[in-house]
């Protein structure tokens, strides 16, 4: 089954890179990407550096609702870093993989890590579609086929991850909590025994760990830090963009951003051929970009993400003292669905 998910995957990305690189003049895309200069790309480097500082202060904010100490910020951005990292790898073993890093250096529960990833994605979408709303009052135009698209699509998607968080409140009130408890441990029982406590009390702690029970003011920082991570990555794609002289302002660069991170959501390694349909897409559909600049501009944006992946990531491995025997252990424990 693992095999023939990564066949597929891999299928995506091939047939995506198939339609990006379609009627694509290569000679033409080598001149405009040589033409650039390079304090553009060192800017966009420092805004993903940036991103990952805020990212980090962010995810201490949720994951006070677990632990009462105050994990160092260093911490929280090296096990930052290194999820992006492992994201090149198929399946995007990086989400959950930092989620299970971070717990077991920090002794809490594996299952409230994950749970922290979750509930960050949780709010990164949901923040990323009031930003994309909020964006279409100052556009230029905001008629174009696929920008209503995208519009339609934000309406229906925001009510929907809005009542997740509800979900998660609803579940843990103490008699749902309870019923949802037997109906766990009821299920389980289908488990070898020796499986089936530590199966019980992950997936309960899991579910514990999906409601946020943090005082006022966190929730406060907590909104105000998420707008922060967005605003930051939008604004640095936008600088980019000024490098190669696209007609685009900030506020349409994030309609454009909109759509990569749906693409970026489909889980192809590194990102191969997702987050480079869509930039392709987005740039050409939205805002007429020529299909070899709109190529170039990709095409450097993706190879500066793999770069800052690369580079930060180690560097966090090497911080925090890892060795890369620790990711075979947690595949092998997301196989198992416990440890």
């Given at each position: ?18 339609f ?45 609702a ?10 929280l ?49 949901v ?76 997936i ?52 454009y ?31 007429n ?8 501009f ?27 025997n620790v ?13």
């Open positions: 089954m693992r095999y023939l998910r990564i066949l597929l995957i891999i299928l995506i990305s091939v047939l995506l890179l198939v990006f690189f379609k009627d694509v003049n290569f000679e033409e895309v080598g001149k405009i990407v040589s033409s650039i200069n390079p304090l553009y790309p060192l800017a966009f480097f420092f805004g993903a550096f940036l991103q990952y500082v805020v990212r980090a202060y962010r995810w201490g904010i949720i994951l006070k677990y632990k009462k100490e105050k994990i160092p910020l260093l911490t951005y090296n096990f930052t870093a290194i999820g992006f990292f492992l994201n090149l790898l198929p399946g995007r073993l990086g989400e959950p993989a930092r989620g299970i890093l971070l717990a077991q250096e920090e002794k809490i529960e594996k299952s409230f890590g994950l749970a922290s990833v979750v509930v960050e994605r949780l709010i990164d979408f923040m990323m579609i009031l930003i994309f709303l909020l964006s279409l009052f100052f556009l230029r135009n905001n008629d174009s086929l696929l920008l209503t698209q995208i519009k339609q699509v934000s309406f229906y998607l925001l009510p929907v991850l809005v009542a997740f968080f509800f979900l998660f409140y609803f579940l843990n009130f103490p008699r749902i909590f309870s019923f949802v408890e037997r109906v766990v441990k009821f299920c389980a029982k289908i488990l070898p025994q020796r499986l089936r406590d530590a199966t019980v009390r992950f309960l702690n899991f579910l514990k760990g999906l409601k946020l029970n943090l005082p006022a003011r966190e929730y406060v920082k907590l909104i105000f830090s998420s707008a922060a991570v967005w605003i930051v990555v939008i604004y640095f794609y936008w600088i980019l963009i000024q490098g190669f002289s696209m007609d685009i302002t900030f506020y349409e660069t994030i309609p951003f909109s759509i990569l991170v749906v693409f970026a959501a489909i889980p192809t390694p590194g990102m191969t051929g997702t987050i480079d349909m869509g930039s392709k897409l987005g740039l050409t559909q939205l805002y970009v020529p299909s070899d600049l709109a190529v170039a990709t095409l450097l944006v993706h190879a500066q993400l793999l770069i800052t992946w690369v580079v930060l990531g180690l560097a966090a491995f090497w911080m925090q003292g890892l060795s890369f990711l075979k252990r947690i595949e092998e424990q997301e196989n198992n669905e416990v440890s």
